[in-house]
C-alpha cells in the first residue's frame, strides 16, 4: 500500500534541515512525500550570512487550497517541526483537523520546536498555541528536555522525574512519546547522552498496553544542524514498519542518526583538516553518503526496557 506523507517545515537551498533532512530518508524507506516548505532559506542560519524567503499563513493556505481542489488532499501521516509564527502555526493546526476528520487514522508527527538548554527560540506566544492546539492532536511527539518542561510544566531531575513528564504528555494526546535528548546522567558516563520514550496502545477489547524505553546515544563534540529533523522523520518510518514495538523503532532510529553523525564528522574532520574546527558546510549531514544506512540500519544503540504494563479493562 503507498503510505503519503504531508510534511510541512523548512527548506534550504544548501544542506539538510527540516524538509530537506526529511525527505530523502523518507523517499528512501519507500514513502510518498508532499512537502510544504514554511521557509526557503540560502542555507541554515549558524551561517555567517543567509537570505531567503518566508511562507505567510495565508500562502501555506493557498498551498494546501490547491491540494484540496484537486482533491488530492489524502494522507497516512503529517509530519511538522520548526515554526515561529503563531498565525502560520493556526493554519496547520486546522489544516491537521481538516485532514483528520475526512481520515481518521491519520498519524500526526509532531516535533514540538520550541527551545532548548533552558532557553526559548520561538516566540512565547507559541508555548500556549502547542499546549492546548497541537500536542492534544499529536498522535507521535519528540519533545527534547527542556520542551516536554515547558508542555507540562515539570522539571526533569531523574528518570522517575522524565516518566512522569511522559505520562503527562500521553494525557495531552500522544499515545508515542520520545524524549529525543535529556540532561539526565547515562550510567555509562558523560560520552553518552540519554534519551527516553514511552507508548500507551490502546488494545480493541478496551484495555491498555504501555512500554518505555531509554537509550544511551554517544556523544558527538560537534554542532550539528538538521538532527532533530532526520531524528522525527525516522521514528514516523520505523514506528510505521514497528506500530507496537517502540524499542526497535528508538533502536533502528537511534542507530540511523548514528552512522549519519558518525560519518559526517569523520568527513567534516578531514576537510577541515588536523586541530581545525570544521565549518557549518563541513558539518551538513551526509545523508547521501548515508543511504545503504538509512534503508537498512545495522543496530548501534541498543534500547531498554525500563516498563512494561498491561492494564485490564475495568
Known amino acids: 500500500m503507498e503510505c503519503r506523507i504531508l510534511s510541512i517545515q523548512s527548506h534550504v537551498v544548501r544542506g539538510y534541515v527540516g524538509n530537506k533532512s526529511a525527505t530523502f530518508p523518507l523517499q528512501v524507506l519507500g514513502f510518498e512525500v508532499d512537502s510544504i516548505n514554511s521557509v526557503q532559506f540560502s542555507n541554515h542560519t ?8 518566508v511562507l505567510t499563513a495565508e500562502e501555506l493556505n493557498v498551498l494546501y487550497e490547491g491540494i484540496k481542489l484537486n482533491k488530492v488532499n489524502q494522507y497516512d501521516y503529517i509530519l511538522t517541526g520548526y515554526s515561529r509564527d503563531i498565525s502560520f502555526l493556526e493554519v496547520v493546526v486546522d489544516i491537521i483537523q481538516e485532514l483528520k476528520k475526512a481520515s481518521p487514522s491519520l498519524v500526526y508527527v509532531c516535533d514540538p520546536v520550541m527551545g532548548d538548554n533552558g532557553a526559548m527560540y520561538v516566540p512565547e506566544n507559541l508555548l500556549p498555541v502547542y499546549k492546548n492546539k497541537v500536542v492534544p ?7 527534547n528536555q527542556f520542551e516536554a518542561e515547558l508542555l507540562t510544566g515539570k522539571k526533569i531531575n531523574t528518570e522517575e522525574d522524565a516518566v512522569k513528564v511522559m505520562d503527562l504528555l500521553h494525557e495531552m494526546g500522544p499515545e508515542t512519546v520520545v524524549l529525543t535528548s535529556t540532561d539526565l546522567r547515562s550510567k555509562n558516563g558523560d560520552q553518552f547522552l ?3 520514550g514511552s507508548q500507551k496502545i490502546k488494545n480493541p477489547d478496551g484495555t491498555s498496553t504501555s512500554q518505555k524505553i531509554s537509550l544511551d546515544i554517544p556523544k558527538v563534540d560537534a554542532v550539528f544542524v538538521g538532527t532533530g529533523d532526520l531524528f522525527a522523520a525516522m521514528l514516523l518510518a520505523w514506528t510505521h514498519h514497528h506500530p507496537k514495538d517502540l524499542k526497535t523503532a528508538c533502536e533502528k532510529t537511534a542507530s540511523v542518526m548514528h ?9 567534516a ?3 577541515a583538516g588536523p586541530g581545525k574546527k570544521p565549518s557549518p558546510a563541513q558539518l551538513e549531514l551526509r545523508m547521501v553518503q548515508s543511504k545503504a544506512d538509512i534503508e537498512n540500519p545495522s543496530i548501534a544503540v541498543k534500547a531498554k526496557v525500563i516498563e ?4 485490564q479493562k475495568l
Open 269 to 271: 574532520n578531514e576537510m
Open 259 to 267: 552512522h549519519v553523525i558518525k560519518r559526517t564528522i569523520t568527513y
Open 46 to 53: 549558524g551561517y555567517a550570512h543567509w537570505k531567503g524567503q
Open 137 to 143: 492532536l499529536a498522535d507521535i511527539l519528540t519533545p
Open 194 to 196: 540519554v534519551a527516553l
Open 308 to 311: 512494561k504494563t498491561s492494564d
